[in-house]
C-alpha cells in the first residue's frame, strides 16, 4: 500500500469498505466520501481504455470512476486502480439481511416507484453495456444505483438490444432481493399496493424475454419462481 497513489497523494492505512471487501479481481477501501478500488492483477489495455473511457462521466444511477489510482514504479508509474464514490443506501445483500431479521421494512409500493419512475428513465440513456451487475453491486437509496463500473463495456453505437441486456441482468439482481425474502416467508409492505408482485415480474420476464441467448437461464429462472409464489 505504501506505493500507491491518488492525484499525487500517498494513501496510507486504507480500511476496507465492508467486511467482504475483496472480489475476484480486487478490493475496495474507504478514502473521505467515496471507495478506492485495488485490483489485484495487472491490468490489461483493454482494462485501461475501458476505465478511462468512463472516467468523470456524468449519471444518475452509475457511480463511474472519478479520478485514477496509480502505483509509482522506478521508470513507469503503473495503473492500479480507481477511486468513485460511496454509493448511498444499501446494497440488496445489506437491504435482505436487514429486512429478514426485522431491522427494516420495504414498502413495496416505493420499490416500484423508484424501479419505474426514476431508475428504468435512466438506464434507458447509459450508452453502455454493463457487467457484473450482482445484489452486491446494486444499492437502494432514493433510486436504485450501481457500482464496480469497470466490468462496463465500452459502446459505441447505442441501440434498444442493450438497454434490455442492461434492463434483465438489473432484474436479475432483484428478482434474487425477492427471492430470498419471499422464500423466507416474509412480506413487503404492501397496504398500499397499487401493482401486484406478479405483475412486476410479468413485466420482467416480458423484458428479458426479448434479449438474447445469454438471458435464457434469467428467464428459466423467473418462470419458476413465479410459479413457486404463494400470492398474497
Known amino acids: 500500500m505504501d506505493d500507491i497513489y491518488l492525484s499525487g497523494v500517498r494513501m496510507k492505512n486504507l ?17 473521505k466520501n467515496g471507495v478506492i478500488k485495488l485490483f489485484n492483477y495487472n491490468l490489461t489495455n483493454y482494462d485501461k481504455e475501458n476505465i478511462l473511457s468512463h472516467l468523470n462521466k456524468e ?28 454509493a448511498k443506501g444499501d446494497n440488496l445483500i445489506a437491504l435482505r439481511n ?3 431479521t426485522g431491522k427494516k421494512d420495504i414498502s413495496f409500493d416505493e420499490f416500484l416507484s423508484i424501479y419505474y419512475d426514476k431508475f428504468l428513465p435512466e438506464l434507458k440513456k447509459e450508452e ?12 437502494l437509496s432514493d433510486n ?7 466490468a462496463f463495456d465500452i ?15 438489473v432484474n436479475y439482481s432483484i428478482k434474487m432481493l425477492f427471492d430470498y425474502i419471499i422464500s423466507s416467508e416474509l412480506r413487503f409492505n404492501t397496504s398500499k399496493s397499487v401493482l401486484s408482485k406478479e405483475t412486476f415480474l410479468d413485466d420482467m420476464i416480458k423484458d428479458i ?24
Open 209 to 232: 424475454s426479448k434479449v438474447t441467448d445469454s438471458s435464457v437461464n434469467s428467464l428459466l429462472t423467473l418462470n419458476n419462481y413465479k410459479r413457486s409464489i404463494k400470492w398474497d
Open 59 to 86: 449519471s444518475k444511477i452509475i457511480l463511474w470512476p472519478e479520478s485514477l489510482v496509480f502505483k509509482k514504479g522506478f521508470f513507469k508509474d503503473k495503473l492500479k486502480g480507481y477511486y468513485m464514490p460511496m
Open 155 to 169: 459502446c459505441d453505437d447505442y441501440c434498444e438490444k442493450i438497454y434490455k441486456y442492461n434492463l434483465s441482468q
Open 15 to 31: 480500511k476496507p469498505v465492508s467486511n467482504k471487501p475483496s472480489g475476484v479481481n480486487g478490493c475496495c477501501y474507504k478514502y
Open 98 to 100: 436487514k429486512v429478514l
Open 128 to 139: 453502455v453495456l454493463l457487467g457484473d451487475v450482482k445484489m452486491a453491486h446494486v444499492f
Open 144 to 150: 436504485l444505483s450501481l457500482t464496480d463500473t469497470d
